[in-house]
């Protein structure tokens, strides 16, 4: 809700939202009225022909209702003001938020007499909104040439290269400049993991003994007098002649090494490394953990004031404040003591190619407000991803971690050789505090074994050796965290786009999530191939990079953003020309070529993976249809065999549902088949068969939950979904059931008359009680119970609907005005408001409807009967009189 202005008018200030709004309201009082923008009032339309190259780049801007009902707002309160305040984000895309409003009021009119000046600020607190206010600027034109330039380029390459997708390979939906990039890594990285060819290796441990029996493992390094590669011992019989050696070997330590080394602590988060670490430890998603920190960062309320809890959550900077470190230095000497605060504080660098933002990084606002102090004003969600980041900031000015390390060889004298090895952690430093978790689990720290005291020329005696086989393991496919470092790392994308790009590959089904790890569908496979194939250089890592540093050199006035404009779409217009005369068959030829590995992968029994199941003598190829991609024979139309791809984002085609359906075992209790069936809904399981002689009484069915594949449904998972609703426990306070189910839209939470729906990445077969808790505190924050009604004691609600909130009595309900926080609004209030302006909900379903239709049709039957026992001029003239009564009615 934003502040109601009495006084007289002087200044207006403009931010994004209207939380923000009503915050930083009550930091500058009321010679100040702050409004929202609602993020960007403007953007360009979904047309072609937005933005013109021919015109030296000329752009169309249009405003929805939204944003044009907010900027009617803020010229409407600038009428006698005498500054305007455009006090947006701190960063790309709020230098061009604030810029459209400026121009936008600036085709308006509406700011003859009023100085614009441009305020930034890294958090949200008292001291920092009113230094921003005391120190403003102009616009930084730099910034907002870079924004324009990045939102041509998306723009020219998703409106021109998108229809090539559509009219050369259909089922395609569209290609992006950052997106196709991203896409085709994970692509890559699949096709790596297929024609993946694991190696066998062997390793040799031996269980050794000091001379005063205390036990420690060593590993064979050297054998026959040579050292071990990975891939010496590459069988099981060379193996075990290597353990018969060190069986037989009377080893003696020949050498005791030991050192001390030092670990530093990680730099505070920036954007992508709190995206990657809240994936790895949390298990947030990309766009959960950015929705999140700006709840965060645009605070909650302690004390009867709003404070923002962190600074800027999109920054690639990871530079912090003096003042902050200071803190920082003074909390750690208080709650750790004098041992873990380094004698100077730490200074970070930022090693990003294209790092460019100039605010910090992310850190509490105030490091006194401790991740316990704050937990129970915020939700389990928020107070997790707040404590990661408290505790990542103030261990990164904690002295460094110190391990002792240590390394003994031990010989037998005969060209065999072993070596143990063992750390201690000597002092803690930082990782009391923080400890940075691994993506892969192969990249953990060295054995944190410790051995017991051995000491040069000591006897070990071998108590038992094992030899072991191993494989080579393909490279991992990527994780959001792992995928958004590879970006980083490369250069391609923002810090504020990863999430939004990882979000766009899923909902256009060109990837799909499991265990957390991407996986390219067919339709994204056969994009990235198309895209390889006849536009490799604007989906190549290389060029993007580049033309990343070239927008970061507009951004800092190095560079004409029109002249990069001009470079970029003359060769890229080029290459869109040359499709134009591109045949289908020349796209099934590159896409088949391509492809064939993946959708034709070799056999064991050596037989042609091509050949032809029906006809026998035909091949098996790629082809396109009308509706997308299909596997078909050689020999159409005498063979008509087809198969379709998985391009759907769905279930693919299960060659396993003969006549449409499967049997996946029998249920343990009444012994009934448990099938698998296509229907016209998509894939369900089903419990049995219909009973002839009891035509109502139906099997029992339930659909597939979201994200499972038919071909790989286990006899188990489809017990539980013909099981639920499935009960996960009962709430700790009001004792109610927790169940999980499917409805219509999909999967969900459910206690009492509350329900929750999954997130993507649930399974409603095996979601935790912890998460459902999750879930159901996160629904209830949207509903508040004010108290009881006078009339019936029925409970007053007030609730967040898709418009605002408003106040709920049994059925009925009143919206609240524009801009009130939920709240701020109490029980008379809600009751005042239910009598003023209450309506009653309408009855779900159509029965009211078609009850009321009844009479109506039966009227219309006798008048029609009438009608026909009377003259034809007599009935012409009737049919003129109810036409014009229609005419009538639809204009009233």
Not at 128 to 147: Q, S
Request: charged residues 30%; contains cysteine.
């Amino acid at each position: 809700m934003t502040h109601e202005w009495t006084g007289p008018l002087t200044d207006i200030v403009v931010v994004e939202s209207p939380s923000k709004a009503k915050t930083i309201n009550k930091y500058l009082g009321d010679s100040y009225k702050v409004l929202a923008s609602f993020g960007h009032v403007r953007d360009l339309p979904p047309k072609d022909g937005s933005v013109r190259p021919d015109e030296d780049f000329a752009m169309d801007w249009q405003a929805d209702d939204r944003g044009a009902k907010q900027l009617s707002e803020i010229a409407k309160a600038l009428k006698g003001a005498s500054t305007l305040y455009l006090a947006t984000d701190p960063d790309r895309e709020g230098e061009a938020i604030s810029w459209h409003v400026q121009t936008a009021l600036a085709e308006r009119n509406a700011l003859k007499g009023v100085h614009v000046r441009r305020v930034t600020f890294n958090e949200i607190t008292k001291n920092a909104v009113k230094h921003a206010m005391a120190h403003p600027r102009d616009l930084d034109t730099p910034l907002i040439e870079a924004y324009l330039a990045r939102r041509a380029l998306d723009y020219l390459v998703g409106f021109t290269l998108s229809p090539v997708l559509w009219r050369k390979l259909p089922g395609s939906k569209s290609a992006g400049r950052v997106q196709s990039v991203a896409l085709r890594l994970i692509c890559e990285r699949e096709a790596e993991i297929e024609v993946f060819k694991a190696r066998e290796y062997w390793t040799v441990e031996a269980a050794m003994l000091t001379p005063t029996g205390a036990p420690y493992p060593a590993r064979l390094t050297h054998y026959q007098g040579k050292k071990l590669e990975q891939f010496d011992l590459n069988d099981e019989a060379i193996a075990i002649v290597a353990k018969a050696a060190v069986e037989a070997g009377d080893f003696t330590v020949a050498s005791v090494e030991k050192k001390r080394t030092r670990r530093s602590p990680p730099p505070p988060f920036i954007t992508s490394t709190l995206q990657q670490e809240a994936s790895r430890k949390l298990g947030f998603s990309s766009q959960q953990t950015m929705r999140l920190a700006q709840q965060l960062y645009e605070g909650v309320e302690i004390g009867g004031d709003t404070v923002g809890l962190i600074t800027y959550m999109r920054t690639d900077g990871v530079q912090l404040a003096q003042e902050a470190v200071a803190a920082m230095r003074k909390q750690i000497q208080a709650e750790f003591g004098d041992q873990y605060l380094p004698v100077a504080p730490r200074v970070y660098q930022s090693k990003a190619k294209n790092a460019q933002e100039a605010h910090e990084a992310i850190r509490p606002t105030d490091i006194s407000l401790k991740p316990e102090k704050v937990a129970r004003i915020l939700n389990a969600e928020q107070a997790k991803l707040y404590e990661l980041i408290y505790k990542r900031a103030l261990a990164c000015q904690m002295s460094p971690a110190e391990l002792d390390q240590t390394a003994v060889d031990l010989t037998d004298g005969k060209g065999q050789t072993l070596r143990a090895t063992g750390s201690v952690l000597a002092f803690d430093g930082f990782l009391k505090l923080y400890k940075e978790d691994q993506d892969d689990p192969s990249d953990q720290d060295d054995d944190s074994r410790i051995l017991p005291p051995i000491a040069k020329g000591d006897p070990a005696k071998t108590r038992d050796v094992t030899a072991t086989q191993h494989f080579t393991q393909p490279p991992p496919r990527y994780s959001e965290a792992s995928l958004v470092k590879k970006m980083e790392e490369l250069g391609i994308g923002r810090p504020s786009t990863y999430a939004s790009i990882l979000t766009v590959l899923r909902d256009r089904n060109y990837v799909k999530l499991e265990a957390r790890r991407f996986i390219p569908e067919d339709r994204g496979r056969l994009v990235t191939a198309f895209l390889v194939s006849f536009f490799a250089r604007y989906v190549d890592t290389g060029f993007t990079a580049n033309l990343e540093g070239e927008l970061d050199q507009i951004a800092e006035g190095n560079a004409n953003w029109r002249e990069v404009l001009r470079a970029f779409w003359d060769d890229f217009s080029a290459a869109v020309a040359q499709t134009k005369e591109l045949k289908i068959s020349d796209v099934i030829d590159a896409l088949d070529h391509d492809l064939g590995p993946h959708f034709f992968p070799s056999r064991d029994d050596g037989s042609d993976p091509r050949a032809c199941p029906s006809c026998g003598d035909g091949r098996l190829g790629l082809k396109l249809g009308r509706f997308g991609s299909f596997i078909g024979c050689s020999n159409y139309p005498n063979c008509q065999y087809t198969r379709k791809l998985a391009v759907d984002g769905g279930e693919g085609e299960d060659d396993s549902l003969k006549d449409g359906m499967r049997v996946l075992g029998q249920h343990p209790e009444t012994g009934e088949d448990i099938t698998l069936r296509r229907g016209p809904y998509g894939l369900y399981v089903q419990q049995g068969e219909p009973n002839p002689e009891d035509k109502k009484a139906k099997p029992k069915r339930a659909s597939l939950a979201r994200g499972m594949d038919g071909a790989t449904l286990t006899l188990e998972d489809a017990l539980g979904l013909l099981s639920l609703p499935r009960l996960i426990g009962l709430h700790p306070e009001t004792g109610q059931k927790i169940e999980a189910n499917i409805g219509r839209f999909g999967p969900y939470v459910k206690m009492g008359a509350l329900f929750a729906s999954l997130d993507r990445d649930d399974n409603v077969l095996h979601l935790g009680f912890n998460r459902a808790m999750d879930l159901i505190a996160k629904k209830q924050e949207s509903i508040k119970t004010l108290g009881q009604h006078p009339k019936d004691s029925a409970d007053v609600l007030v609730r967040k609907g898709r418009f605002g909130p408003y106040v709920q009595w049994g059925n009925i309900v009143a919206n609240l005005a524009k801009g009130t926080d939920m709240g701020d609004v109490t029980l008379d209030e809600a009751i005042a408001l239910l009598a003023e302006k209450g309506k009653t909900l309408a009855p779900r379903g159509k029965k009211g409807a078609k009850a009321k239709a009844a009479p109506k049709k039966a009227a219309a039957k006798k008048e029609t009967a009438a009608q026909a026992k009377k003259p034809v001029k007599a009935k012409a003239a009737a049919k003129t009189a109810t036409a014009k009564k229609t005419t009538a009615k639809k204009s009233a």
